[in-house]
């Protein structure tokens, strides 16, 4: 909420108000690691999560300091749902409050969503790991970057074909960043593309029949790092013909069962 009109003009001296005259303009200046509750709607469910916020403006070479108050504000009176209309909404609300030219907002949470195991359909929640970034102009378009971390299962080609009695495999961290160029384009909608392309997804809750079918079927889709970005990469590039998404990267990380290093891979496109 907006300070009390009483306080606005109380007669004391602002000294961020003052002239600065070293000539150096400052790209970015504002609040960083700011805890704030938000709310995530699935679609089905919503879920209460808390936002880790950095908010921050540019800054001429004459002003000498921003108002740190003011980003508070803005999160008070503009901040609840978290989505890709609800960043372009606050990034228009902190220029126009910081009287800004330019701005940049990071927002990362717990990205949380319902999942039923695949054959006992028992219900589960898991969680996702979801960073906006928005670099926000005056005069400008407006860029939001989602990225969604994507923990999956990863089996070894090569290990299942040389191997007797089995194959290794290993949990895997899927890390999609797009450049998001619609409402169109969903949390959901990222998670699924990944988990879509992995040996096969996670569940937080597994009964055995659903272990048995966990197994079997990373068994039977073995997937080396590379497979994996090259797979979502080719799901990406759908979203970027149907101009929902601009740029994109794809990485992947399989922390290795039998190695004491990860596998890593990356493609990027238009970033």
């Known amino acids: 909420m907006n300070a009390p009109e009483k306080f606005k003009d109380a007669g004391l001296p602002d000294v961020q108000a003052q002239r600065d005259t070293r000539a150096l303009a400052i790209q970015k200046a504002g609040v960083r690691g700011i805890r ?3 709310i995530i709607d699935t679609g089905e469910k919503s879920y209460p999560s808390v936002g880790l916020f950095d908010m921050t403006v540019g800054l001429d070479a004459s002003t000498k300091g921003t108002h740190m108050s003011r980003f508070i504000e803005v999160l008070e009176d503009n901040t609840n749902q978290i989505s890709y209309k609800s960043v372009l909404e606050l990034s228009e609300a902190m220029l126009a409050r910081l009287e800004a030219e330019s701005g940049y907002i990071k927002i990362k949470f717990p990205f949380f969503m319902e999942k039923r195991a695949p054959v006992s359909k028992v219900h589960g929640i898991m969680d996702y790991q ?134 890593f891979a990356r493609i990027e496109h238009n970033t």
């Open 130 to 263: 979801v960073t906006y970034e928005v670099y926000c102009y005056k005069n400008a378009p407006t860029n939001v970057w989602l990225e969604v971390v994507v923990p999956v299962t990863s089996l070894c080609p090569c290990s299942k074909n040389i191997s007797e009695y089995g194959a290794h495999n290993q949990r895997s961290h899927i890390t999609i960043k797009v450049l998001v160029e619609s409402a169109e384009v969903e949390v959901q909608d990222i998670i699924k593309i990944a988990e879509k392309s992995a040996s096969c997804e996670l569940w937080s809750i597994l009964k055995r029949p659903d272990e048995k079918f966990v197994t079997e079927r990373a068994f039977n889709n073995p997937k080396f790092v590379e497979d994996l970005v090259r797979d979502v990469a080719i799901e990406m590039q759908r979203l970027t013909r149907k101009k929902v998404v601009g740029g994109f990267s794809v990485e992947s990380e399989n922390f290795e069962s039998i190695h004491n290093h990860s596998a």
């Open 36 to 38: 704030y509750p938000i």
